[in-house]
C-alpha cells in the first residue's frame, strides 16, 4: 500500500485531465458533514466519458450522496436529458439539491428520495436507462442489479462502485457489505451478460469497478 504515491498521481490526472471546477461539490459536501465518500475526480470524470461514449440520454443512479457523481453524469447529458438518482437520506438529498443547483444541473436531475428498492418499482414502465450506475448499499447489490437488468434498454452500461474493497472480495468473508458484493458477482456472472471487474488505486484508496452490458432482451 502507497496511498501518499496513488494520491500523488490522481492529483497529477485531476491537473491535467480533469479540473477542478467541480471541486466546489466536494468541499461543500465536507461542510455539510456529508460521508467522503464520492467517487474521486478522475473517476467522475470516467463516468461522465463512458455516458457520453454511448450517447447517453437516461441515466439511473442508485446512491446520491452530495450530487458529486450525479453531476458528473447530468453534465454528459444532451439538454433534454435526465439523471434519475436515489437516495435514502433526506439530508443527504438536500445538500445535493444545493450542489445540483450550483453546477447548473438541477434540471437535468430528479432526486428519488427513500430506500431504492421502495422507489425502484416506480420507475418500472417509465422509458428505459442508457447507463446506470449503483453506488449505494453494497447489501442490496445482488436486488439493484436485477433492478439495472429491468429498467435498462438492450446496450445499457450497468456499473457499480466498490466491488472490490481493498481486495476483500476475493475472500469469503461474512461482513454483509462483502457478502452483498460476491453475490452481486454471483448475479452478473449467472446472468450472461458480458462484464468484467476493473481494480482501482487512487485517492479512495484500492477498490474497483463492475461494468456489464446489457445485451439480452428482459
Ligand atoms: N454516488 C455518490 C456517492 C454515494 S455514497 C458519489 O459518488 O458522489 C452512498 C449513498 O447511498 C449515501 O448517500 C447513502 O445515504 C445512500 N444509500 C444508502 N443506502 C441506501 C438505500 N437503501 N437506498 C438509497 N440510497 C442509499
Ligand atoms: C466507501 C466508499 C464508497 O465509494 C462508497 O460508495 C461507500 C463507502 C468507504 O470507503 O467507506
Ligand atoms: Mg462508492
New binding site residues.
Partial sequence: MNQELWNSVDSYIAGKLVGEDLDFVLKASDAAGL?P?A?SPAHGKLLHLYARAIGARRVLEI?TLGGYSTIWLARALPEDGKVITCEYSARHAEVAKANLQAAGVAGKVEIRVGAALDTLPQLSGGEPFDLVFV?ADKENNPHYWQWALRLTRPGALIIV??VVRGGKVAAASDEPMIVGTRALYDAVAASGQPATAVQTLGV??Y?GFLIALRTDEA
Avoid: E, H, L, R
Wanted: no cysteine; hydrophobic share 20%; glycine share 20%.
Fill in positions: 460521508p465518500i467517487v446512491g453506488d462502485d466498490n479512495k484508496g477498490d
